[in-house]
């Protein structure tokens, strides 16, 4: 698998009895740049592919974090930046 973005999801919570287990998921992307929906609008309308924008579903800009990402690397994303993530398999 080639380079791309990862994205923390909302943690999903699932109770078993009395016990809760909270369960973290990480959703890559690849795309770096925005799908443009051309057709049926004044404008064209930019839907995010990144998973980035704070305006989902649709593109703020956040992709250009990404440009300067290794091709073959991995990266997780948050309100402080970025971290490479090491790949343990």
């Known amino acids: 698998m080639s380079g791309g973005l990862l994205t923390k999801a909302p943690h999903v919570a699932a109770t078993t009895n009395t016990e809760e287990t909270t369960m973290a998921r990480l959703v890559e992307h690849e795309r770096n740049s925005p ?25 703020d800009g956040s992709h250009k974090r990404t440009r300067d990402e290794e091709a073959s690397a991995m990266y997780c994303y948050d309100e402080a930046g970025r971290a490479k993530v090491q790949k343990q398999y």
Not at 39 to 50: D, F, K, M, N
């Open 35 to 59: 799908y443009e929906i051309p057709e049926g609008t004044e404008l064209p309308v930019y839907i995010c592919a990144c998973g980035l924008s704070k305006n989902k579903p649709f593109c």
